[in-house]
C-alpha cells in the first residue's frame, strides 16, 4: 500500500521503525522531496547548517530550513551543535545513520525523485573519481581496482547480480567498521577510500556498440605495447 493513502492511525503505529513489509517509512517519506534528498546525501557526508546548506544548493534559506526541519522530524539527522553568529544561533546538523534504501524503500519512492537521485549520486561518483585523479591518489596504489564489464544476462542473473552487488556493500560497511574499531586503538593513517558499484541496464543500442568499442580499446593498447617495446630497444 503506498504509504500517501495509510490511515494516520497506522502512521502513528509505524514511525520510528520499519513497516511489516520491512519498508523504512521514515527514510522513504524523509525523501519524498527532490531538495530533502540532496540535503540528506549531504548531511551524510558532513555537518552542516540550513545556511551553508541553502548557499550550496541554491535554494532560499527559508524552503531549505523548512525541509531540514522535516527531515529532523522523521530523525533521520539530528543537531549536533550550535554556533552563535552575528546575533543569532547557527544550528548545525548531520544525517543519525547513513541513508540506506532497500528494494522495497527505493519502489516507494516517487520516478521523479529515484531519478534525481541516481542522476546526483552518479554525479558524486564522477566529482570523486576525478578529485582522486587531479590529486594523483586515484593510482598511487597498484593493488586498486577498476574495471568496466559488459554483460549479457538473463532475468535470473540480473537478480543475483544485484544481490551480489548488495552483499558486497554491506561487506564493505563492515570491513569499514571494523577498521574504525582498530584506527582508534592505534596511530595508523586512516586509508580514505571510496567503493562505486553501479548494475545498471543499458539500452539495445549501446549494447550493439560494444564490441566495436571494445575492439578499438585493444587495438589501442597493442599499438601503446609495440611503441613502448620499440623505445626500450
Not at 539530528?78 to 546575533?87: A, D, Y
Not at 593493488?143 to 532475468?155: E, G, K
Not at 544485484?162 to 558486497?168: A, S
Amino acid at each position: 500500500m503506498p504509504a500517501k493513502t495509510k490511515t494516520a492511525k497506522s502512521r502513528k503505529r509505524g514511525k520510528g521503525r520499519a513497516s511489516k513489509r520491512g519498508v523504512n517509512q521514515d527514510l522513504v517519506k524523509s525523501l519524498a522531496h527532490e531538495l530533502r534528498a540532496e540535503i540528506l546525501a549531504i548531511l551524510n557526508e558532513r555537518m552542516a547548517s540550513p545556511n551553508e546548506l541553502a548557499k550550496e544548493l541554491g535554494e532560499g534559506l527559508s524552503q531549505v530550513s523548512y525541509h531540514v526541519k522535516v527531515l529532523k522530524d522523521y530523525k533521520v539527522i539530528t543537531l549536533v551543535k550550535t554556533e552563535p553568529r552575528r546575533g543569532a544561533v547557527e544550528h548545525y546538523y548531520r544525517a543519525t545513520s547513513r541513508a540506506y534504501l532497500t528494494d522495497r524503500d527505493w519502489h516507494e519512492l516517487p520516478e521523479s525523485v529515484r531519478v534525481g537521485m541516481s542522476a546526483d549520486l552518479f554525479q558524486a561518483v564522477v566529482d570523486d573519481v576525478v578529485a582522486a585523479m587531479e590529486e594523483g591518489t586515484f593510482d598511487d596504489r597498484e593493488d586498486r581496482h577498476l574495471s568496466w564489464t559488459p554483460l549479457m544476462l538473463d532475468a535470473q542473473a540480473w537478480a543475483s547480480m544485484q544481490k551480489l552487488l548488495d552483499d558486497t556493500l554491506k561487506q564493505a560497511l563492515k570491513l569499514n567498521a571494523e577498521a574504525g574499531k582498530r584506527l582508534a586503538k592505534s596511530k595508523e593513517q586512516p586509508i580514505s577510500a571510496s567503493v562505486s558499484m553501479i548494475g545498471y541496464e543499458v539500452p539495445d543500442s549501446a549494447a550493439r556498440k560494444l564490441p566495436k568499442r571494445k575492439a578499438k580499446a585493444s587495438g589501442k593498447a597493442k599499438a601503446k605495447g609495440k611503441s613502448k617495446a620499440k623505445a626500450r630497444k
